[in-house]
């Protein structure tokens, strides 16, 4: 495996992004977008993920150096869109992954993007409404970092809405019981609303980027999921 950087335009941006390249032929990518604090803290998964055969690529959004443009929650599923491309010209299955608000916006590009074969979802909120409502810290997380959110963000964060244009494709959804900053119904409201094909990981114990346990569990459910096995040689 290696990472490989890359530059991605798109309107009004340039993205920076990497690339996690398997040593050997890859047929399925994962798209994979960081939350609100703009930290990546899944390479580890994407690391796995490439030692089994599955291209990663991330990036920092618009607006999160070193990427270029404006931050604008309206445009994240647009912009993992912009970056499955990338994936889908080296012939790749795509799948959409993210982490808190990128969570929400997984789900949001794999119902935009009708060739995505599924999402997965770690500690998604529902919708920027009820995450405010249920946890006053976000607004001024929120505020500080987008300004005043218009109707667009709202509803590119709308992960109900989203999910009833996701059809049949599978997804997972993670979320845990200790989660202190989106809580746990959340995720179960996200779960419910996507229907038999939405697996749902529930933790007992885990903080909001699972840095405090062993991630062993969220990993193999994401392999599950993908149709791939194990941990590499």
């Known amino acids: 495996m290696r990472r490989v950087p890359l530059s991605l335009p798109v309107p009004g941006a340039v993205l920076d992004a990497v690339l996690f390249e398997p040593d050997g032929a890859a047929s399925l990518g994962v798209v994979f977008s960081h939350g609100w604090g703009g930290s990546h803290r899944f390479d580890d998964l994407l690391e796995r993920l490439a030692g089994n055969g599955v291209a990663g690529l991330r990036f920092f959004q618009r607006g999160f150096a070193p990427s270029t443009g404006a931050p604008d929650l309206a445009r994240w599923p647009d912009d993992m869109i912009s970056a499955a491309a990338v994936l889908e010209s080296r012939g790749l299955g795509v799948w959409f992954g993210g982490q808190s608000t990128g969570a929400t916006m997984a789900i949001a590009a794999c119902a935009r993007r009708p060739s995505a074969r599924g999402f997965f979802a770690i500690a998604p909120f529902a919708s920027i409404p009820e995450i405010l409502r249920d946890n006053p810290d976000a607004r001024i997380a929120l505020a500080r970092r987008f300004g005043t959110l218009s109707r667009e963000a709202e509803e590119a964060s709308d992960a109900r809405r989203h999910l009833a244009a996701i059809g049949g ?65």
């Not at 997804?171 to 419910?192: M, Y």
């Not at 405090?212 to 459910?221: L, T």
Request: glycine residues 12%; negative net charge.
């Open 169 to 233: 494709r599978p997804g997972l959804v993670v979320s845990s019981r200790a989660d202190d900053t989106v809580p746990f119904a959340h995720g179960e409201e996200v779960a419910k609303a996507g229907g038999p094909n939405i697996r749902f990981l529930a933790l007992d114990r885990g903080n909001h980027v699972l840095s405090d346990v062993d991630r062993a569990p969220v990993f193999e459910a994401v392999e599950a999921l993908l149709g791939i096995g194990g941990r590499p040689a």
